[in-house]
Nanobody
């Protein structure tokens, strides 16, 4: 079973930054568009950023201009750089295939991001 491993979350003050990482098995990383998702308490999981072939990226309006998704082929890792964080960014963040183009894999454990003063 494919295992996705997210890391890099933590507690940060409003306006701060974090970089999340997701280790992706090579056979997945090289063939599929990937995305970062988040789920806040009491809310549905939402797709916030994707990276596809040719490193094309897309972002939810709520994070556009603040978050940047990227990937490192050599490390089979997908990153999410989060700047200018807001309390409403508080959520558990997950990576997975881009659900708009591929079936989802089993979810990893996610990484908690808490934005609070």
């Amino acid at each position: 079973q494919v295992q996705l491993v997210e890391s890099g979350g933590g507690l940060v003050q409003p306006g701060g930054s974090l970089r999340l990482s997701c280790a992706v098995p090579g056979r997945i990383f090289s063939r599929y568009a990937m995305g970062w998702y988040r789920q806040a308490p009491g809310k549905q999981r939402e797709l916030v950023a994707t990276i596809g072939s040719g490193f094309r990226t897309n972002y939810a309006d709520s994070v556009k201009g603040r978050f940047t998704i990227s990937s490192d082929i050599a490390k089979s890792t997908v990153y999410l750089q989060m700047n200018s964080l807001k309390p409403e960014d508080t959520a558990v963040y997950y990576c997975n295939r881009d659900q708009t183009v591929h079936p989802l894999l089993a979810w990893g454990q996610g990484t908690q991001v808490t934005v609070s003063s």
